[in-house]
């Protein structure tokens, strides 16, 4: 895999303002679950970065479970509504207050099928706080209650998001120079 500076267009979302953010958004969760317990669930593996700094502002008491989504005959760019539980939850869900905790929220299908899926197994509450809205790509519709940033149309990576499964470990947000980077399509 090649230095990820060969095809960084810009730093969208630098390490700094990412950490000031997830700070507040910890702060306004900790508020609206006062007095409550909360569990988040991480979608793997783009979510993995932001839980694990977001939790560190949460001051409820918070217990953490993970899942994978796999979408079907779609490449890395896109997502087609037909999603498969590649990884379930062992937590019960049954009566808890959820929080899931996504990287991006693009279609919005990914989550829409999470949501449709963890309904049906009866949580006391359910919302979602993403770290990214690519809000005009929004095909369906979906609740959500906690947002980062409401970035533009562009291809992004680092802190969790991924180009070929590498670079997830950038402290920053970066946009991806598609000349530079022909993604697999
Ligand atoms: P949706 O189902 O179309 O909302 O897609 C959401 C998923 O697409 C995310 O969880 C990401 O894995 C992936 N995705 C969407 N946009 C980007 C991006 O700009 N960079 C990396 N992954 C992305
Ligand atoms: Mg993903």
Known sequence: MDDYRKFLKEVLIPADVLQKRIAELGAEISRDFQGQELLLICILRGGVMFMTDLMRF?????????????????????????????????????????????????????????????????????????LLDKADRREVEVPIRYCGFTIPNKFVFGYGLDLDEFYRNLPFIGVVDLDKYPLAK
Do not use: H, W
């Not at 079907?72 to 808890?96: A, C, F, H, K, M």
């Not at 099928?113 to 949580?123: A, F």
């Open 58 to 130: 949460i001051d409820v008491p918070v217990a953490i479970d993970f899942m994978a989504i796999s979408s079907y005959g779609t490449g890395q760019r896109e997502s087609t509504g037909q999603v498969r539980i590649t990884l379930d939850l062992t937590t019960n869900i049954d009566g808890r207050n959820i929080l899931i905790v996504e990287d991006i929220v693009d279609s919005g299908r990914t989550l829409q099928s999470v949501l449709n899926l963890l309904t049906t197994r009866k949580p006391r509450s359910l919302q979602v706080c993403t």
